[in-house]
């Protein structure tokens, strides 16, 4: 159950935030990213969105999000959510805000695995690229970047930049190791050190995790979906495995 509460989003993330008090040591330490990244450059992840519910999610098509299933309460109709698209700022002027029509929530979500859903939105927005799913295991190795605008530390507010990190591929053995049968290996990738100090944390759930693949190209290997605490050694980031659900995603796409 305390594993379950480290998927609330921003919003279940304030109220953790002001139950629980971090200690002020570390506060003149440089503000970190995620959990001990850098700031995003503006355009250098164009396809990053932000989403009201204080959600990360990515623009898998001009008019559909792919973000996490704890992130929504289900599918149907809605018009909710705004999704916020095309600046790292996200009080830029310049920013592109749209609202959701319709949120599909994956087919058996339970709590456990199969962290996904769709956002369509009213509109689609055309200026920006899309990300491309990865739809073979080929990608699920190497060195990730998270982004989000989720908490720079275990227990922290939510950003107004992108913050961005890079994370290495852990096995799903040694996330077992950590983390026992809360992890559903076939639906899980995990990432992180195992000295802990960078992660994605409260309110980048729903994000991507991405790499190159191998023409250069950005592709989404990963959803933020959970982990213990945030950054904490010993315990990766757990992302909902891409791969896995790729044909399930793309036709819900595009039927939404
Ligand atoms: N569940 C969190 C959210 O809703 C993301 C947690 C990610 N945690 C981690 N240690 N990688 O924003």
């Known amino acids: ?79 909710s959510i705004t999704a916020t698209a095309g600046v790292v700022d996200l009080q830029s002027s310049s920013a592109i805000k749209v609202r959701s029509t319709k949120v599909l929530q994956a087919p058996g ?71 026992g049968s809360d992890l559903v290996p076939s639906d899980e990738i995990c990432a992180g050190y195992s000295q802990g100090g960078v992660d994605t944390c409260q309110g980048d759930s729903g994000g991507p995790m991405f790499r190159k693949d191998n023409n250069g190209a950005w592709i989404q290997v990963g959803i933020v979906s959970w982990g213990e605490g945030c950054a904490r050694p010993g315990f990766p980031g757990v992302y909902t495995e891409v791969s896995t659900f790729a044909s399930a995603i793309t036709s819900a796409a595009a039927t939404l």
């Open 109 to 179: 979500y339970t709590g456990q695995g199969k962290d996904w859903a769709l956002i369509k939105l009213a509109s689609p927005i055309t200026s920006l690229p899309n990300l491309k799913i990865a739809d073979t295991t080929a990608y699920n190795n190497g060195t990730f970047t998270v982004a989000g605008w989720g908490a720079a530390r275990e227990g922290g507010g939510q950003q107004r930049y992108l913050l961005k990190a890079n994370v290495p591929f852990v096995s799903d053995a040694s996330c077992q190791a950590a983390y």
């Open 1 to 79: 159950m305390v594993r379950a509460l480290q998927k609330l989003a921003a919003a279940g993330a304030v109220v953790l935030a002001a139950v629980s008090l971090q200690p002020t040591t570390t506060a003149s330490a440089a503000p970190a990213p995620v959990v001990g990244g850098t700031r995003a450059a503006q355009g250098e992840f164009p396809w990053m969105v932000r989403l009201s519910m204080g959600c990360g999610g990515s623009l898998i098509t001009p008019q559909v999000v792919l973000t996490a299933a704890h992130c929504v309460s289900g599918s149907g109709a809605n018009t």
